[in-house]
């Protein structure tokens, strides 16, 4: 009680014993709906397909669609990425993460010196896996969804056909990126498909619509084959690419096991490989419960902070060694979230200094623009969906006569064993690049359970960020008490072993916070990351909320 006295000196203490309660109370059988989204047309389409009686899978199929055509940046289908359901009480987990095509192979972006090339997995054609998008999709639907294909399909279609009214924010983007793409000469086509948007003025895409419409009508065999992926194998051989026919016929989603763990009296369901989310969350979680004072921490002060950040150097350097596509590479989950290593592995944390980065090794001994959205329906169904094409705008690259963009997702594969990526995430052997291989990933869709109940659901975009994002919102909401709107608006900070000391954060960090951090030696980098959109269940009661930050929107109906 006075760790949130201590965070909001202002709030009485009657609010406080009424906030505890939220996560106290016996869980309570939901009767609304909620939708937390990354913008007001995806908000809007999501919340129209429950109205009809969808539920929570049938409202994120319409959703991802529709952020393929209003939400450029990052949504797509032209990427990949996770959907974590939690339906009639059981859990599932679509991978429909990008691939490696067949001609893909270990040092693609190495030069005769093996030195890797600048920007060849960032820009262009030789940037982009195979995409996942529309077969995630498909899978979700065939397994779990009730309404019509071409029903959820429409929204978007419309969307892209008629247009929609570009948001300010959305015109900016557009600007700053067409700009970076000329001031560093790179030669992509983005600028001749987007540079006519404008800001509160209708944008429509009509080759991107017709490609909807073939996927509206054929289902993922109007991307997967025919006319649609003759353009795209077409396209992309003209300009020197690897990506083929083949390798878009053979690309499948896959369903598979959710982790799940035990934390704090709750369930915790979450993202297995080929993210790495999932583990980290859960070390972080459970470590942070080891390690932390008996008396508690204040939120977002020197000492928590500082606990955290140590923590964070164990798990990165867990997740450079041990973590990679499970298909490819044996995965000791269970080892890395076992509690006897997690005590080993924290052991030796010390609350007033830093650990020599250097020193950090994996413990076993044996081996930034996504997007994400939350669901829940009145059933008490939920979904947790991030979906990315890696870097803002992903490769630049439009395939042209289909009207979408290519992502970057092979620069999240490791180029060079100890050489960052541009998230300056490191890598080695688990996730070098192989042909048919998933690009190891930090997104996390995550969902907190409370007998049963959903208690939660939260996810970012924000490259390895992501991760932080995830286990602080739910330290917000388990450890603080917050609403939705305050997990998602409190200032977030992330470290990551490497670059050696520094920590990412949010503005609003106290002062004195600050000044201590860096007298202890950390190197404090303030820029915003993430953009958090979750659903709390309040006894029965749902609580929702999109970051201010960016042009997200929730409701609860």
């Given at each position: 009680m006075n760790l949130f006295i201590s965070r909001s000196k202002l709030i009485a203490k009657s609010i406080l014993i009424l906030q505890l309660s939220v996560f106290s109370v016996t869980a309570e059988q939901i009767t609304q709906s909620a939708v937390?989204?990354?913008d007001a047309f995806s908000a809007q389409a999501a919340k129209s397909i429950l109205e009809q009686g969808g539920n929570a899978v049938?409202?994120?199929?319409?959703?991802?669609?529709?952020?393929?055509?209003?939400?450029?940046?990052?949504?797509?289908i032209g990427g990949g990425g996770f959907m974590l359901i939690h339906k009639d009480g059981q859990g599932d987990f679509i991978d429909y993460r990008e691939t490696?095509?067949?001609?893909?192979?270990?040092?693609?972006?190495?030069?005769?010196?093996?030195?890797?090339?600048?920007?060849?997995?960032?820009?262009?054609?030789?940037?982009?896996?195979?995409?996942?998008?529309?077969?995630?999709?498909?899978?979700?639907?065939?397994?779990h969804g009730t309404l019509a294909w071409k029903t959820l399909l429409q929204p978007a279609v419309t969307l892209a056909e008629q247009g929609f009214v570009v948001p300010p924010k959305l015109a900016q983007q557009i600007t700053q990126y067409i700009t970076e793409l000329k001031n560093n000469?790179?030669?992509?086509?983005f600028g001749d498909y987007f540079a006519t948007a404008t800001a509160n003025k209708v944008f429509k895409q009509p080759q991107l619509a017709t490609t909807l419409k073939r996927i509206r009508d054929e289902g993922q065999d109007g991307f997967y084959k025919g006319e649609t992926a003759n353009i795209i194998a077409k396209f992309i051989h003209q300009h020197g690419g690897i990506i083929n026919q083949d390798d878009l016929k053979n690309y499948t989603a896959k369903s598979r096991t959710p982790i799940t763990a035990n934390w704090n009296g709750y369930q915790v369901l979450t993202s297995p490989p080929p993210s790495s989310g999932g583990i980290a969350i859960?070390?972080?979680?459970?470590?942070?419960?080891?390690?932390?004072?008996?008396?508690?921490?204040?939120?977002?002060?020197?000492?928590?902070?500082?606990?955290?950040?140590?923590?964070?150097?164990?798990?990165?350097a867990d997740r450079a060694e041990y973590l990679g596509d499970p298909d490819f590479y044996t995965v000791p989950v269970n080892a890395l979230t076992n509690i006897d290593y997690l005590k080993k592995r924290s052991n030796d944390i010390s609350l007033t200094t830093i650990t020599s980065t250097e020193s950090i090794n994996p413990g076993l001994h044996e081996?930034?623009?996504?997007?994400?959205?939350?669901?829940?329906?009145?059933?008490?169904?939920?979904?947790?969906?991030?979906?990315?094409?890696?870097?803002?705008?992903?490769?630049g690259v439009v395939v042209e006569g289909a009207g979408f963009i290519?992502?970057?997702?092979?620069?999240?594969?490791?180029?060079?064993?100890?050489?960052?990526?541009?998230?300056?995430?490191?890598?080695?052997?688990?996730?070098?690049?192989?042909?048919?291989?998933?690009?190891?990933?930090?997104?996390?869709?995550?969902?907190?359970l409370k007998n049963n109940t959903v208690k939660m659901v939260t996810g970012s975009p924000g490259g390895t960020t992501i991760i932080s994002s995830v286990y602080e919102s739910i330290l917000n909401a388990v450890e603080f008490n917050m609403s939705a709107d305050e997990v998602v608006n409190s200032p977030r900070f992330h470290h990551q072993l490497w670059p050696k000391n520094?920590?990412?954060?949010?503005?609003?960090?106290?002062?004195?916070v600050k000044a201590q951090l860096i007298k202890m030696g950390y190197t404090l980098d303030e820029r915003h990351f993430g953009d958090m959109h979750v659903i709390i269940n309040n006894a029965g009661k749902l609580d929702a909320a999109s970051e201010k930050t960016g042009r997200g929107v929730s409701s609860v109906f």
């Open positions: 937390a989204m990354p049938d409202a994120a199929i319409t959703a991802q669609f529709v952020l393929a055509v209003t939400l450029p940046e990052a949504g797509n490696a095509p067949n001609a893909a192979h270990r040092d693609m972006y190495l030069d005769e010196q093996d030195e890797v090339i600048a920007n060849k997995s960032i820009y262009g054609i030789h940037a982009s896996g195979v995409p996942g998008s529309v077969a995630g999709m498909w899978l979700a639907h065939k397994k000469d790179i030669d992509v086509n859960l070390q972080w979680l459970k470590m942070y419960e080891l390690q932390k004072p008996s008396t508690g921490l204040v939120h977002n002060s020197t000492q928590y902070i500082h606990l955290l950040a140590e923590i964070g150097k164990r798990v990165f081996s930034e623009q996504t997007t994400h959205f939350s669901i829940v329906d009145k059933m008490g169904n939920a979904v947790a969906n991030t979906t990315t094409i890696n870097l803002p705008f992903g490769s290519l992502n970057n997702e092979m620069d999240d594969f490791s180029a060079k064993p100890g050489v960052m990526n541009v998230f300056g995430a490191i890598g080695g052997k688990a996730n070098e690049i192989q042909p048919h291989k998933r690009m190891l990933s930090s997104m996390t869709p995550t969902i907190l520094v920590i990412r954060a949010h503005s609003g960090l106290e002062s004195s």
